[in-house]
């Protein structure tokens, strides 16, 4: 089966342009951009992305790996990659990450995930728990929320005055163009979901056992916040959307093309970085003979 796919990057079609006002009305969540001409419908077209998203996933452990054996053998010079997953409760960022990081070795993966800031987190800079969890030379570090809440949760429910987060936005874009110099490659990505979409995930959270422990009473309550996130959301994206770190919107109502986009988005940026797997910085021939040539570790296992 071929499909027809848009020769534009996935990225391109997602991000949000530098300087551009953000109408996030104006994107459907059910849209599913760089799909333009499956040749399939319905369930066989979820069934080719999630094909998609295999084969794709298959690559990413590969880019990963290479990323993180450059750390192992150069340090100094290793690139490191940050995921900003952002959404709204139900907007799937658990499946985006079970299912497309955990596509990569769990061993090279740096995640973490933001609640609420504990009594000694509060007691700090807001950006003193992200600095602490960034990933290392050489990792995929995946956010589950992240410093942008600290503009969004943080100003629906006015947690802080307005004169305490609005400078925020500054604070976030010099942290962010910090990383970016500093060799880290970041992808921030929210997660759009409709007010529907979102009405029929919180009520399978409620009708289906094994989803409980995902609700919290808290969540109805946010949700009739609903158009006080969206202009959160888009004031956020407005603001810290940078050449250098650029903000996407992934319309997310339908998880088979969250995780399509998604691994395409990574896969994109690994593209940039070149990776290699770095050369052996040994004598090749001279340890091959050694391996065939060495027979100590024998007599001795013999007594001899
Ligand atoms: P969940 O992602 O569903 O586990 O929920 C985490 C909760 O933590 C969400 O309700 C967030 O709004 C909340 N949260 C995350 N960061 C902050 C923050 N900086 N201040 C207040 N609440 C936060
Ligand atoms: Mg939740």
């Known amino acids: 089966m071929t499909a027809e796919l848009s020769d534009v990057p996935v990225r391109e079609l997602l991000r949000i342009g530098v300087g551009q006002p953000v109408d996030l009305a104006a994107i459907d969540p059910r849209s599913t951009p760089g799909l ?10 979820k069934a080719w992305a999630r094909d998609e998203v295999r084969r794709l996933g298959a690559g990413l ?3 990963q790996e290479m990323l993180f054996a450059q750390a192992v ?27 497309v990081a955990g596509a990569m070795n769990p061993l090279g993966l740096h995640i973490r995930a933001f609640g609420a ?18 990933p290392a030379p050489g990792y995929v570090g ?15 429910d006015s947690l802080v005055p307005e004169d305490v987060w609005r400078p925020r936005y500054d604070e976030i ?10 060799g880290f490659v970041l992808i921030k990505v929210f997660l759009h979901i409709s007010y529907e979409e979102q009405r029929v995930r919180l009520m399978s959270r409620l009708t289906d056992p094994t989803k409980h422990w995902k609700y919290h009473p808290s969540d109805v309550a946010a949700r009739a916040q ?43 940026h ?3 970085l070149e990776l290699t797997y770095p050369p052996a910085d040994f004598d090749l021939r001279r340890e091959q003979a050694r391996l065939l040539s060495d027979t100590s570790g024998k007599r001795k296992m013999n007594g001899s």
């Open 36 to 45: 333009p001409g499956l040749p399939v419908t319905g369930p066989d077209r």
């Open 61 to 63: 452990a590969r880019q």
């Open 73 to 99: 053998k150069a340090p100094a010079s290793a690139r490191r990659v940050l995921l900003v997953l952002q959404a709204m409760d139900c907007g799937g960022k658990g499946g985006a990450v079970k299912r």
């Open 117 to 134: 800031p504990t009594a000694e987190e509060l007691d700090h800079h807001f950006l003193w728990r992200v600095r602490r969890a960034l």
């Open 142 to 156: 995946v956010f589950d929320r992240s410093h942008y809440e600290d503009v969004l949760v943080v100003r629906v």
């Open 173 to 182: 874009n010099e942290f962010e163009a910090g990383l970016v110099d500093d």
């Open 226 to 268: 609903w158009p006080e996130y969206q202009a959160a959301y888009a004031e956020a994206l407005r603001r810290c959307a940078s050449d250098a770190a650029p903000w996407h919107v992934l319309p997310a109502d339908r998880k088979w093309y969250r995780d399509w986009a998604l691994a395409h988005l990574l896969r994109e």
């Open 270 to 272: 690994f593209a940039d």
